[in-house]
């Protein structure tokens, strides 16, 4: 079963640290573009960050709002991906989800095809 | 990088036709045809349901079908049904290769 699960998610004070994890199974995890994508709650979507795959030198892209402050990672003999978050606000409080690019013409990219698996999510709080 | 424009809200019979829209610029959603649409219920994990502005994952129902006109991209979802209530958000390749989603539209199945 292709599968996605996030763990390390938290209550952390402003200013503190987190790792987020996301397990893969089921599929080749070294032929995808990984994203993470975050919900505030009540909020839409928003894109956080990006690595992409071995052929593309795991190069990453970050959303203006974080960049700077998380950084992302993934270990291709593992199958995981992993989201380094410092420096923590109040405004990154929200449900943040592991997602796989889609795969089209042989070509796994998320900001091409979008992302077709996703994880269930885990729950990061930033407050005092 | 600017979330892109969707419509609050939409709604809809049973058996209607309803569609949203998703508006960007020439340097995303005009530029590109990397469009992709997702579906998400309450408490759920979002589904892709359209990618490359028409394109269908499979499984997905043949009711969603996308387009694009110059800066706005659409979802059209035929033959509403009760499971279709869910937000929906759009997503563009940009320019900047960073990604970029749209504000979300609530659909309500009347």
């Known amino acids: 079963e292709v599968q996605l699960v996030e763990s390390g998610g938290g209550l952390v004070q402003p200013g503190g640290s987190l790792r987020l994890s996301c397990a893969a199974s089921?599929?080749?995890?070294?032929?995808?573009?990984m994203d993470w994508v975050r919900q505030a709650p009540g909020k839409g979507l928003e894109w956080v960050g990006r690595?992409?795959?071995?052929?593309?030198?795991?190069?990453?892209e970050y959303a203006a709002s974080v960049k700077g402050r998380f950084t992302i990672s993934r270990d291709d003999s593992k199958n995981s991906l992993y989201l380094q978050m410092n420096s923590l606000k109040t405004e990154d409080t929200a449900v943040y989800y592991c997602?796989?690019?889609?795969?089209?013409?042989?070509?796994?990219?998320?900001?091409?095809?979008?992302?077709?698996?996703w994880g269930q999510g885990t729950t990061v709080t930033v407050s005092s | 990088q600017s979330a892109l424009t969707q419509p609050a809200s939409v709604s809809g019979s049973p058996g209607q036709s309803i569609t949203i829209s998703c508006t960007g610029t020439?340097?995303?959603?005009?530029?590109?045809?990397?469009v992709s649409w997702y579906q998400q219920h309450p408490g759920k994990a979002p589904k892709l349901m359209i990618y490359?502005?028409?394109n269908r994952p499979s499984g997905v129902s043949n009711r969603f079908s996308g387009s694009k006109s110059g800066n706005t991209a659409s979802l059209t979802i035929s033959g509403l049904q009760a499971e279709d209530e869910a937000d929906y958000y759009c997503?563009?390749?940009?320019?900047?290769?960073?990604?970029?989603f749209g504000t979300g539209t609530k659909v309500t199945v009347l």
């Open positions: 997602a796989r690019a889609y795969c089209s013409g042989g070509s796994c990219y998320s900001h091409y095809y979008g992302m077709d698996v």
């Open positions: 089921g599929f080749t995890f070294s032929d995808h573009y």
């Open positions: 690595t992409r795959n071995k052929a593309n030198s795991y190069t990453t």
């Open positions: 020439s340097s995303d959603v005009g530029g590109y045809n990397y």
């Open positions: 490359e502005v028409s």
């Open positions: 997503s563009s390749y940009t320019s900047s290769s960073k990604g970029v």
